[in-house]
């Protein structure tokens, strides 16, 4: 709170508990912010904020209504025909960055050490998780090189999502391709669980062979041929 007992005042921050180590930084971070603020001692009073007057009106008030400002949001590239409603859900989740990984439970308040399950590397978020780790990533080139691809990564699940576009696909393997990263995303979170609560070794040569075969099983659903191959699914993929 601001306390104005000296002749300039200043921010007089009282916190409910210690931080932890890695919490230190970031309210180096606040009290740097704050330090260029200072409070009006002017009465306080009510502005609204859907005009620019800052005065609320009726008319202004009805066109808001009417006409709600969109989210932007990948819905089309989530909700994707016979991929299962966990999968979809669980890419949903990630899309918002609401899935419980160390950074979150961290800011929960949960005191843990913050490493990557996966790599070992890097500290966990969704991010990291679902696309820059380097056990993650080579799945993702394992897929762009099975049809030749060169791509520079987006930062965030949500821009994947807008930027696998995949034109070059042809429309027989358009929903396959809509679902790879979805299958990628949940893939790695299955096993990050089974590292965090089960313990043991990674194994990235059988998460390689588990996202392909996956792959291959949903391929031979959708377009109704249980007689395609491994390797003809893969031909299948390649092919322009």
Not at 32 to 41: A, D
Request: charged share 25%; glycine share 8%.
């Amino acid at each position: 709170m601001w306390d104005q007992s000296s002749d300039q005042g200043g921010w007089n921050l009282r916190f409910l508990r210690n931080f932890n180590d890695w919490e230190v930084g970031m309210v180096g971070d606040l009290l740097l912010k704050l330090r260029g603020f200072r409070p009006s001692l002017e009465e306080d009073s009510v502005s609204w904020k859907g005009g620019k007057s800052g005065k609320f009106k009726l008319k202004k008030a009805y066109s808001c209504l009417v006409n709600p400002m969109d989210t932007v949001f990948p819905e089309k590239c989530i909700w994707v025909d016979r991929v299962p409603t966990k999968v979809a859900f669980f890419a949903w989740e990630a899309t918002w960055g609401k899935v419980l990984t160390l950074d979150r439970l961290q800011r929960r308040g949960w005191q843990l050490p913050n490493c990557c399950f996966l790599c070992g590397c890097a500290e966990e978020s969704v991010n990291h998780v679902l696309i820059h780790c380097i056990v993650t990533r080579a799945l993702w080139e394992l897929v762009l090189g099975l049809v030749g691809v060169k791509w520079v990564f987006p930062e965030s699940v949500k821009e994947v999502l807008f930027s696998w576009r995949g034109h070059w696909v042809g429309k027989k393997r358009k929903k396959i391709w809509k679902a790879i990263p979805l299958r990628i995303f949940w893939t790695v979170w299955k096993e990050r669980n089974r590292l965090a609560f089960k313990g043991g070794e990674i194994h990235r040569q059988k998460l390689k062979n588990f996202l392909v075969c996956n792959l291959w099983g949903w391929a031979r659903l959708d377009i109704g041929d249980n007689s395609l191959s491994l390797l003809g699914f893969l031909e299948w993929l390649a092919a322009t």
